[in-house]
């Protein structure tokens, strides 16, 4: 398998392969062809999967065709950074393109978000805080949106995001393409995925549940009995390399 197979645009492709990669992830082999085709998608994945090359390189390839400085692309995600790395990937994947992509998030000045707006981007990347203050102070337009994107939902919804999500939502057109991507799946996030997706392909990566050989065990201990326990389980059942993992 590698990124050929996408019928992806050569410059897309050079983009990729200056990124280094030779080998398309399980969640960018489902999802690409997926998002090329227009469709609705909702990822059971986590970020370390591939995740955004997996719905940035599709929607640079839509966005290669059809007008330009309108916002065609929304990426919304819950923390600056991943909404600033999300951005730089759309910057490394597209660099031989001239397709602009602009990260909108608080804690910084208002006044060149609004300049770059002015002068015209084709992707925004942000939180939906300071999204909904440019939408406040009119000066972001999303009505010319064909591709929404909710990154790590369920944790937007954690955060307590979720009234601004729906209220983002309302300035987005109907007719668009929307893509889903939650870890987990908890009850009003299965709500608002239901809400928002037209007839969804599901992609799943396999890393979400523990591995088939893995067996899992809890003893509740007390903190100064912890260390003991864990060396006598060393000696009784490790073999090879043992990973620790510790708050
Ligand atoms: P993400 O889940 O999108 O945050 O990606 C996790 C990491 O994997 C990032 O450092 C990416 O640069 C890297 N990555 C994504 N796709 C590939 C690929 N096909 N080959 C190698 N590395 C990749």
Do not use: W
Not at 6 to 19: M, T
Not at 148 to 167: N, Q, T, Y
């Amino acid at each position: 398998m590698n990124f050929e197979q996408f019928n992806l645009d050569p410059r897309i492709l050079a983009g990729v392969s200056a990124a280094g990669y030779t080998t398309p992830t399980p969640i960018q082999q489902q999802a690409i062809p997926v998002v090329m085709a227009g469709k609705d998608i909702l990822g059971l994945a986590q970020t370390g999967t591939g995740k955004t090359a997996a719905f940035a390189l599709p929607i640079l390839q839509r966005l290669l065709k059809g007008h330009t400085r309108k916002i065609r692309a929304l990426i919304v995600a819950p923390t600056r950074e991943l909404a600033e790395q999300i951005h730089q990937s759309f910057i490394e994947y597209g660099r031989n393109t001239k397709v602009r992509s602009l990260p909108i998030y608080g804690g910084v000045s208002k006044v060149n978000q609004v300049n770059e707006l002015r002068r015209g981007v084709e992707v925004v990347v942000g939180c939906p805080g300071r999204l909904l203050d440019h939408i406040g102070d009119r000066t972001i337009d999303l009505s010319e949106i064909e591709v929404l994107v909710l990154d790590e939902a369920d944790r937007m919804c954690d955060m307590g995001f979720l009234p601004d999500i729906r209220k983002l939502l309302s300035h987005l057109p109907k007719q668009r393409q929307t893509l889903f991507f939650s870890a987990t799946m908890p009850e009003d996030i299965r709500q608002l995925s239901h809400d928002i997706l037209t007839d969804p392909v599901t992609v799943q990566i396999g890393q979400i549940a523990p591995a088939h050989t893995v067996s899992h065990a809890l003893y509740p201990v007390t903190d100064g009995l912890k260390n003991k326990l864990l060396f006598a389980m060393l000696e009784k059942t490790a073999t090879g390399r043992v990973i620790v993992f510790t708050r």
